[in-house]
């Protein structure tokens, strides 16, 4: 069987992680960091390219790489309509909502426009693998208390569908014959109900919905969050803030590292423990809800992202949820691996792609027209 040669492209706020990979074997691999000064010269995301494209092509060179030869580039997704789950090339209607930032303007929305450059400059096939914009949901689980106010998919879809595929690949099993719950514990935290390879529900880490977390406060009493906003202490944007940028542990302890908030317990903050805890407590108990938005049916439960690299909270969590499913700890992220995996699952023929058509998957209830 070939082994492809894939290299992967995640633009992020001030840096882009690129690799190599040959087959499943990391080759190269470079956070390749942008001065947050240099950024700010620019008026638009996509003003960065140029810029961030030599950025990249040199950190290739130090490295004694080429991109000549590559089969495939692939790049984060973003800016893009709700979509289903999967591979996808990058074609015209692709590249034409990522360089608009048709939904979000995020530079992840450079992924695509990247993998699409780099293709037509070397050769090779343009990708990208379940961008942020994947929306598997269920009806049900869209609905809330309030009309025309509904939840939507915004979650770590990349890494949740790439643990799954690896979790089922551990068992002999495929992840599309499985019910799992996905924990991504990081800076988001997003507990995901996936149902035979779909991720049915989970909560909006975009939104205020679900656990707090290093930077997001979760699910809040709504008429008290209602009170601060007519309280004439807050503007518009400091609300906005709240909810994904200086929520969760940033409010209550001043950091959104967790290393943090561990020496502060282990020097005898009471406080710093009951945040903590409270942070575990509320995942599980939106690990729970998603067993019951399964039916039951759990195969198993598995934590992810950085911060399940701390023992604490695995066997916090493992201890609340034994009861429904085995829970195995699969730490950090794999989002790198996962865009390749995915652009390798296409060109081997193991998977069929997605087509983009610019059309969302989900536009609402007929009942709402």
């Known amino acids: 069987m070939k082994e492809y040669k894939v290299f992967a492209i995640n633009p992020g706020s001030t840096s882009t992680k690129i690799a190599m990979f040959v087959g499943d074997n990391e080759v190269f691999s470079k956070n390749v960091s942008h001065d947050a000064e240099e950024l700010k010269k620019f008026a638009e995301i996509n003003d960065q390219i140029p810029y961030r494209k030599k950025m990249i092509l040199d950190a290739v060179a130090e490295a004694g790489q080429t991109l000549e030869g590559v089969d495939a580039f692939v790049g984060r997704g973003g800016g893009l309509v709700n979509c289903a789950g999967g591979t996808y090339p990058v074609n015209d209607k692709l590249y034409e909502h990522a360089h608009a930032g048709f939904t979000v303007k995020h530079p992840a929305m450079l992924g695509a426009q990247f993998a699409r450059a780099f293709a037509e400059q070397y050769g090779g096939q343009a990708f990208i693998v379940n961008p942020p914009d994947v929306d598997e949901f269920i009806d049900v689980a869209r609905v809330t208390g309030l009309k025309g106010v509904?939840?939507?998919?915004?979650?770590?879809a990349l890494n949740q569908k790439e643990i799954g595929i690896r979790y089922a690949k551990t068992l002999g099993k495929k992840y599309e014959e499985m019910n799992l719950i996905i924990c991504h514990i990081?800076?988001?935290?997003?507990?995901?109900?996936?149902?035979?390879?779909?991720m049915i529900d989970s909560n909006d880490i975009a939104q205020g919905d679900g656990p707090m977390a290093p930077t997001r406060c979760g699910a809040l009493p709504v008429k008290d969050v209602v009170k601060m906003c007519f309280s004439g202490k807050f503007t518009e944007r400091q609300m906005y803030d709240k909810?994904?940028?200086?929520?969760?542990?940033?409010?209550?302890?001043?950091?959104?590292?967790?290393?943090?908030?561990?020496?502060?317990?282990?020097?005898?903050?009471?406080?710093?423990?009951?945040?903590?805890?409270?942070?575990?407590?509320?995942?599980?108990?939106?690990?729970?809800?998603?067993?019951?938005?399964?039916?039951?049916?759990?195969?198993?439960?598995?934590?992810t992202g950085g911060i399940s690299y701390d023992k604490y909270v695995d066997e916090e969590l493992t201890r609340k949820l034994k009861f429904i499913a085995p829970v195995t700890v699969m730490a950090g992220e794999f989002e790198m691996e996962a865009l390749a995996a995915g652009a390798i699952r296409v060109l081997s023929g193991e998977e069929e792609p997605k087509t983009y058509t610019g059309v969302p998957c989900?536009?609402?209830f007929d009942f709402d027209k």
């Open 150 to 156: 509904y939840r939507e998919s915004r979650i770590h």
């Open 186 to 198: 990081g800076g988001g935290i997003s507990v995901t109900a996936h149902r035979r390879g779909k």
């Open 243 to 303: 909810i994904t940028k200086t929520g969760g542990l940033v409010d209550h302890l001043g950091t959104s590292d967790a290393r943090d908030v561990c020496k502060m317990i282990d020097e005898g903050s009471q406080y710093a423990k009951l945040i903590y805890d409270a942070m575990i407590y509320q995942i599980a108990k939106q690990a729970g809800a998603m067993a019951a938005a399964l039916e039951g049916e759990v195969d198993g439960i598995i934590l």
């Open 362 to 364: 989900w536009q609402g």
